[in-house]
């Protein structure tokens, strides 16, 4: 299992993050929820995506696209603002060909938002933050599995 460093958004000191585990992240020093933000390859992304018990959303990106350059900080802002409520997952379509594959990937970036390892929406191309908080938070919202995991 790999771990990640997360500097807590409220006291400001570093956390190992895993990248799946059960229950949720949280501040070793104030216990504050953090966001869960952590990277998955062909080789464990049924553990760490599909078997996440939060709502998952999945970004396939490319390390030499434009587009996914100006997503990412926007999806990361995502994970911070619902830490506790929503996991993102970043794969790269470069590293992880089966997963592209497996997914249909043809544009990047491409989004897909996970609940119970079930894909329930899915979204091609850039867009705003606020069209992507919305998009997020209805998928999220209309789900009725989500908090009964947690």
């Known amino acids: 299992m790999t771990e990640n460093i997360t500097v807590c958004p409220h006291c400001a000191k570093p956390n190992r993050v895993p990248s799946s585990a059960s229950g949720l992240p949280r501040c070793g ?9 952590v990277a998955a390859s062909d ?3 049924a553990e760490v995506a599909e078997g996440a ?7 396939f990106w490319a ?3 434009g587009p996914c ?4 900080p926007v999806l990361d802002q995502l994970a ?7 996991k993102l997952v970043k794969v790269d379509v470069d590293s992880s060909p089966h997963l592209a594959r497996r997914f249909g990937i043809q544009a990047v970036p491409t989004l ?10 899915r ?26 995991n947690s």
């Not at 020093?29 to 933000?37: A, N």
């Not at 992507?132 to 789900?143: A, E, I, K």
């Open 29 to 37: 020093h104030c216990h504050q929820l953090l966001p869960w933000i």
């Open 43 to 45: 080789g464990d992304f």
């Open 53 to 59: 018990t939060l709502p998952v959303i999945v970004d």
């Open 63 to 65: 390390v030499w696209c």
């Open 69 to 72: 350059r100006t997503v990412s």
């Open 80 to 86: 911070h603002e619902r830490a506790g409520t929503v």
């Open 112 to 121: 897909m938002i996970l609940i119970g390892g079930k894909v329930l929406a």
């Open 123 to 148: 979204r091609a191309g850039a867009a705003p933050a606020a069209a992507l908080r919305s998009w997020v938070d209805g998928v999220v919202s209309q789900n009725p599995m989500v908090g009964k």
